[in-house]
């Protein structure tokens, strides 16, 4: 029953690292996103994509980038990680339009700690 | 600046109460509103409301719209021990992206 699977659980990393994030799903769904949940201030989406080698902004693009490069994979990249970057990275995808938010499946999250 | 705010942060109550959780929202062009479970990781849809006054229900969950006042609630009947997670709620406020504003979540813990 496996629907959308991110590649760890738990991440640590030091400061100014190169960190990828991966996201897999198996849903064959058009759309994916990269969030970030942090205590207070809920979840707020990075970068979304609504095709191949295609993204979008979110409200908190900054300091990170992506790549999808096939349909089923969407990975976030930390360039030059930051203490400001530690939080829950949470990856979703869904079918496009009208569809979207009831076909939205969310993976299990990965923890972040930058040092 | 789309906002989404939730009450309570967080409650507790005991197994068989109701429980009412409020989301109210100022948004510039409202699509939708969202309901989520999230328990330890991944949140988990439950309800989406496009139009005041008609009940989404699915069990002992319930949520309603009130598009003229801008809240929605969502109720939980005789709850369970298994109904401990935050519920989150969320506006699609439209525009070419595909853009949700998240409130802050509601803390539910139900005691045995």
């Known amino acids: 029953d496996v629907k959308v699977t991110q590649s760890s659980r738990y991440l640590v990393k030091r400061t100014g690292e190169k960190v990828f994030l991966e996201c897999v799903q198996d849903?064959?769904?058009?759309?994916m996103f990269w969030y970030r949940q942090d205590p207070g201030l809920g979840l707020r989406l990075i970068y979304f994509?609504?095709?191949?080698?295609?993204?979008e902004k979110g409200d908190i693009p900054e300091g990170y980038s992506v790549s999808r490069e096939k349909k089923e994979r969407f990975s976030l990249i930390l360039e030059s990680a930051s203490t400001n970057q530690t939080s829950m990275y949470l990856c979703?995808?869904?079918?496009?339009?009208?569809?979207?938010?009831?076909?939205?499946?969310f993976g299990p999250g990965t923890r972040l700690l930058v040092l | 600046e789309d906002k989404v705010v939730q009450s309570p942060l967080s409650l507790v109550v005991h197994e068989g109460d109701t429980v009412t959780l409020n989301c109210s929202y100022e948004?510039?062009?409202?699509?939708?509103l969202l309901w989520y479970k999230q328990e330890k990781k991944a949140p988990t849809f439950l309800f989406m409301l496009?139009?005041?006054?008609i009940e989404k229900k699915s069990g002992r969950l319930s949520s309603i719209l009130d598009k003229k006042e801008l809240f929605s609630i969502l109720n939980i009947t005789a709850t369970q021990t298994g109904d401990s997670a935050v519920y989150l709620c969320?506006?699609?406020?439209?525009?070419?992206?595909?853009?949700?504003?998240f409130g802050k979540g509601t803390l539910l813990t139900v005691n045995p």
């Open positions: 979703a995808s869904s079918l496009p339009g009208q569809g979207a938010w009831e076909t939205q499946y």
């Open positions: 849903m064959d769904h058009e759309n």
């Open positions: 994509s609504y095709d191949v080698k295609m993204k």
């Open positions: 948004v510039t062009n409202f699509r939708s």
């Open positions: 496009t139009s005041s006054g």
């Open positions: 969320a506006v699609d406020s439209g525009g070419s992206n595909y853009k949700l504003t």
